[in-house]
């Protein structure tokens, strides 16, 4: 009974490169949920979707960033054109429902930006 | 929107003694108060939770208290061990979505031995 799982769970890009982060739920979760965590700090709500649509971005910045959750496969937030400052620890959660169950996380992506 | 503030930032106990973190809130519309654990490299995971109609809520060492006049929770760990040194956020949710929970800045918890 897999968890949240995250891949990569380490990447490494240079400036204006782009990165790609996936996140598979836990198994009959269809709610996910983007975190950014920058050292010592919490979680920083990003974007909600359900499968094939976004519920909320309002902690999405609005350049650079897109996140998807299609159909079949994972959900993938999408980094472009990477600035130093994206560098942090981003965090998928998902949950059984919109609102009453657990939000359950994966282990991170670190990304590092050179 | 909510904002959730949490103390101390970092907490250093001996074994055997007790935590305690702190955080308020200032969405008093807030209902749902959940804690994490985040261990070194890996993501947060609950370890309790507490409704608004609810003042106290108990697991073995582990309790958590709620003060809605005060918009403050708090987390108390009984007879703390090595292995509950950890990173502790709480959180607090505003509604009924998930997506609007907002997380306190954690609390850096070392138990030595």
């Known amino acids: 009974n897999a968890g949240v799982m995250q891949n990569p769970r380490h990447l490494v890009r240079r400036r204006g490169q782009e990165a790609r982060l996936r996140c598979s739920p836990m198994k009959g979760h269809s709610h996910v949920y983007w975190y950014r965590q920058l050292p010592e700090e919490g979680l920083k709500f990003m974007v909600y979707l359900q499968k094939e649509n976004i519920i909320d971005e309002s902690g999405m910045p609005k350049e650079r960033f897109s996140a998807e959750f299609p159909k079949e496969g994972p959900s993938i937030l999408r980094i472009q054109q990477v600035v130093r400052g994206d560098s942090a620890a981003y965090f998928c959660?998902?949950?059984?429902?919109?609102?009453?169950?657990?939000?359950?996380f994966g282990e991170g992506s670190r990304l590092t930006v050179l | 929107g909510e904002n959730v503030e949490q103390h101390p930032s970092t907490l250093s106990v001996q074994e055997g003694d007790s935590a305690v973190i702190k955080c308020t809130y200032s969405d008093s519309a807030s209902n749902y108060f959940p804690w994490y654990k985040q261990e070194l490299g890996k993501g947060p995971q609950l370890i309790i939770d507490?409704?608004?109609?609810?003042g106290e809520k108990k697991d073995q060492r582990i309790a958590v208290t709620l003060n809605k006049t005060a918009k403050h929770f708090s987390l108390h760990i009984t007879e703390t061990q090595p292995e509950d040194s950890a990173v502790y956020f709480c959180?607090?949710?505003?509604?009924?979505?998930?997506?609007?929970?907002?997380f306190g800045a954690g609390t850096r918890l070392t138990v030595k031995p």
């Open positions: 959660a998902s949950s059984s429902d919109r609102g009453s169950g657990e939000l359950f």
């Open positions: 507490i409704r608004s109609n609810v």
């Open positions: 959180a607090a949710k505003v509604g009924f979505n998930n997506n609007d929970m907002r």
